[in-house]
C-alpha cells in the first residue's frame, strides 16, 4: 500500500513543529516527534500536517496537563512510544510469537485489537486469546490485518456461544461458523471499490463523500472475514447471538451489510467528516454519529475504499 509523497518538503509543517520546539526527525514513511512535555511518537507526515491545520499541534507536543494532553490523544487517536512498550505483553496475551508483526504500523494495530477485545467477555482470557490466534494461523494469516479480523471473529463468536468455554467444543463450533459466513452471498462480494484517489486520502474532500454516496450499492467489506467479523460483533439486540442455520448465517451477514449501505445513503454528505490515521495507513470517512450510529468508510491514498465498520443502536 503506498502512502502517498513522503519526499515533500513539509515546509509548513517543519515551521510549526519548530515554533512549538517540538524535536522532530523525518522518515519514509513516518516522522519521530518529542514534544516539549517529554512524551514522543511516531506519524506520517500527512497526519501531522492536519493536527497543524486542525491546531492541534500545541496540546499535543506541549501540553502537561493531564487532561488536556489526553484530549488530545483520543481526538487525534496518536498512540505513544510509550504505549509500544506493551507490546511484548500483548503478544503474550494473544499468544502471538515474539517479534511477530514487528513494525509501528503494526504494533499499533495490535494494540487497538488488544483494547476493543477487553470488551468482550471473553477477551481477556488467555486460553482463547490463544486458540483465537490458532484459529486465525488455521484458516490463513499474511496480514495484521488478516490476524485481527480472524481472531476477531474467533472471540466474538465464542462470547456469543456463552457459558463456559470448552476447548474440546468451541474451537470446531467456531470453524463450522466461519465456514458459513465466509461461504455467504454478501461475503462473496468483499472486496475494495476504487472510488477516489491521492487527494482523497490525504485531505477531506466532501467530493469523494459523494463519490462513496452515489456507489454505496456496491462498497462492501475489504474482505470476507472482516465482514464476518463485524456482523457477528453487531448482531441485532433482542434476537440469537450466534444463529446456527445456514440460511440464518447468511441473513445475518446481508442485512447487516444492506444496513451498512443504507447509513451512507440516509447521511447528508455535507454532515460527513473525516480523519486520517496517525500512520497514514488510511482516512476514514465517518456517515453518521460516532459512537452511535455510523458506517466508516476507510480509503487508502491510491483511493481503493470499502467499509471498515458499522454499528447503530439497535445492534449490540
Known amino acids: 500500500m503506498t502512502r502517498g509523497d513522503t519526499t515533500m518538503p513539509w515546509d509548513e509543517l517543519k515551521q510549526a513543529l519548530t515554533a512549538q520546539k517540538a524535536a522532530y526527525t523525518p522518515g519514509d514513511p513516518l516522522w519521530t516527534v518529542e514534544g516539549t512535555n517529554g512524551w514522543s511518537f511516531r506519524a506520517h507526515p500527512a497526519f501531522l500536517d492536519e493536527v497543524r491545520l486542525g491546531n492541534g499541534l500545541p496540546d499535543l507536543v506541549t501540553a502537561t496537563d493531564g487532561r488536556t494532553f489526553g484530549a488530545a490523544l483520543g481526538r487525534w487517536r496518536v498512540t505513544l512510544d510509550s504505549h509500544l512498550k506493551e507490546i511484548p505483553e500483548v503478544r503474550a496475551a494473544l499468544g502471538l510469537a515474539a517479534g511477530r508483526f514487528p513494525s509501528v504500523d503494526e504494533e499499533i494495530t495490535l494494540l487497538r485489537h488488544r483494547d476493543s477485545v477487553r470488551a468482550l467477555r471473553v477477551g481477556s482470557a488467555p486460553v482463547i486469546a490463544a486458540a483465537g490466534t490458532a484459529f486465525a494461523d488455521r484458516i490463513g494469516v499474511k496480514t495484521v490485518h488478516d490476524y485481527v479480523e480472524l481472531h476477531s471473529f474467533f472471540l466474538t463468536a465464542v462470547n456469543g456461544f456463552g457459558g463456559a468455554y ?66 457477528f460483533k453487531h448482531v441485532p439486540r433482542g434476537g440469537p447471538l450466534v444463529p446456527a442455520a445456514a440460511a440464518d448465517v447468511h441473513a445475518l451477514l446481508a442485512d447487516y451489510l444492506a444496513e451498512a449501505r443504507q447509513k451512507i445513503i440516509t447521511t447528508a454528505t455535507n454532515d460527513v467528516w473525516s480523519g486520517l490515521a496517525q500512520t497514514g495507513a488510511t482516512r476514514t470517512y465517518y456517515f453518521g454519529t460516532v459512537n452511535q450510529h455510523a458506517c466508516m468508510v476507510a480509503v487508502n491514498s491510491a483511493g481503493h475504499a470499502w467499509i471498515s465498520t458499522y454499528y447503530a443502536p439497535n445492534r449490540t
Open 166 to 231: 470448552d476447548p474440546n467444543t468451541h474451537p470446531g463450533r467456531v470453524d463450522a461458523l466461519y465456514a458459513l459466513a465466509a461461504g455467504s452471498p454478501a461475503a462473496a462480494g468483499a472486496g475494495t471499490a476504487h472510488l477516489g484517489g491521492e487527494a482523497d486520502w490525504k485531505t477531506h474532500q466532501p467530493g469523494f463523500a459523494l463519490a462513496v454516496h452515489a456507489e454505496a450499492a456496491r462498497i462492501n467489506f475489504r474482505t470476507p472475514n472482516a465482514l464476518a467479523g463485524h456482523a
